[in-house]
Every structure is written in structure tokens, then in C-alpha cells.
């Protein structure tokens, strides 16, 4: 169990450019989460995928950001013409469907740190 | 609505034992999670709540009464590498997702 990866560390990108991470969840875990977190704050739902699915999206999420999860293992969020608003962390999670799911913790990776210039 | 209440800074000494407290109001209640986030690092898991009461794990606990929408962190013989942010979160109602709503965390500061 190597955790959750995430690539890259940090970004650096000017307005307008368009951006793109990975996430690499826990092998056996079918459920994988995007959040945003920014400075002195808890982080914020994005989106949910089961498997290859994408299940929910919250309103946060602009028609600039989308995301992929193409065979149900790793998955990207990509964002087109970034602005200054967009800069935060980007953080992956994952975790199991054991026991229903209900009483599984979020595996978090080290996030991306984007900022857009 | 959704909304999660923590202290913002809490500072103790080392050896000490702290309280970090969370209120909630959420849509739904399936658990409620704490994690610990170092500065620059994930949220790492520390304790799950479903039912009233204490749970203990070490020098940590963690207690939820569901009547009063209340948790507590209890942090005990506190180390220097206790400070970092401590985050409450809630699995509101029951969806597809089974995400987690957060709090805005509680920066802990342990001091010689």
C-alpha cells in the first residue's frame, strides 16, 4: 500500500493557460475524490467518481474544471483558462467500499499546490 | 444548510492535555471523522464517531454527542509534533458519494 499519489507538487501557470494533475488512488479502493483547499481552511468537495463513474459534482465546480477517471484506477482534473481564484491545494482521495462504506475514512495524497500568476 | 464550527488557533504546552471542540449542523448524520494535516502534508485519518461516546486511541479520543451536534479531540501528554492543524468533518446525509463536509480545522500550537 503505497498511499495516494498525486503529480505534480506544485504548479506554476499564468491566467488563461490550461492545467492538468493526476491522482493515483490506493489499488483496492474504488471510490476516488477531488477537493480544493486553500490557506486557513478546511478543504471543499469537488467531485466523486465510483469506479469509473462520476457520480456527483458540487456547484464549485465551474465549467472550466473537468474531470476524468478513464478506467476506474487513476484520475486527472484538468482546468481550462485558469484565473487567480483558482490558486489552492488540489487534493485526491480514496477509500473502500468495505462494509458498505459508510464508516470508511478518506485516504487524502499530498495534494497539488496550483498557482495561477 | 451545512456548517461545521471549530475553534480557528488553540495554543497548549507540551505534556499538556487539550480539548479541541466541533459543532455541527448538517443535512443527515453518518459519522463524524477527525483528521490531523501538518503544514504542506495530506489529512491523515485519526478517529471516526458514529454513536455517543468516547472513543480512545492512545493519546488521542474522540467524543460525539449527536444529540447536541458536538465532538471533542482530546490530545493527551502533548509532543512538539502535535502541532498542525486539526480537522472535524461530517458524512452528512446518506448520497452516492459518501463525501465529507469539513470544518475550517484548528490550528494547535504545542509550545515548550
Known amino acids: 500500500d503505497t498511499g495516494v499519489s498525486q503529480d505534480p507538487r506544485h504548479k506554476i501557470t499564468k491566467r488563461g493557460q490550461n492545467v492538468t494533475f493526476r491522482c493515483d488512488p490506493i489499488?483496492?479502493?474504488?471510490?476516488l475524490y477531488w477537493y480544493r483547499q486553500t490557506l486557513g481552511q478546511g478543504p471543499e468537495f469537488l467531485t466523486y467518481?465510483?469506479?469509473?463513474?462520476?457520480?456527483?459534482k458540487s456547484r464549485l465546480l465551474s465549467d472550466r474544471f473537468s474531470a476524468e477517471r478513464p478506467k476506474g484506477s487513476f484520475s486527472t482534473l484538468e482546468i481550462q483558462r485558469t484565473e487567480q481564484g483558482d490558486s489552492a491545494m488540489y487534493l485526491c482521495?480514496?477509500?473502500?467500499?468495505?462494509?458498505?462504506?459508510?464508516?470508511?475514512?478518506?485516504?487524502f495524497g499530498n495534494g497539488t499546490r496550483l498557482t495561477v500568476t | 444548510g451545512q456548517n461545521i464550527d471549530q475553534p480557528t488557533e488553540m495554543t497548549a504546552t507540551e505534556g499538556a492535555i487539550v480539548q479541541i471542540n466541533c459543532t455541527y449542523q448538517?443535512?443527515?448524520?453518518?459519522?463524524l471523522f477527525w483528521y490531523q494535516q501538518h503544514a504542506g502534508e495530506a489529512p491523515t485519518f485519526l478517529s471516526y464517531?458514529?454513536?455517543?461516546g468516547l472513543e480512545e486511541k492512545g493519546r488521542f479520543s474522540s467524543f460525539l454527542s449527536r444529540s447536541k451536534g458536538y465532538s471533542y479531540l482530546l490530545l493527551k501528554e502533548l509532543q512538539m509534533k502535535d502541532s498542525a492543524s486539526y480537522l472535524c468533518?461530517?458524512?452528512?446525509?446518506?448520497?452516492?458519494?459518501?463525501?465529507?463536509?469539513f470544518g475550517s480545522g484548528t490550528r494547535l500550537l504545542v509550545r515548550p
Open positions: 482521495a480514496s477509500s473502500t467500499h468495505e462494509q458498505g462504506g459508510i464508516k470508511s475514512p478518506l485516504h
Open positions: 468533518a461530517v458524512r452528512g446525509r446518506m448520497d452516492s458519494s459518501y463525501k465529507l463536509i
Open positions: 448538517t443535512s443527515g448524520f453518518n459519522g
Open positions: 464517531n458514529v454513536l455517543d
Open positions: 467518481f465510483q469506479n469509473e463513474a462520476q457520480l456527483e
Open positions: 489499488s483496492e479502493h474504488n471510490r
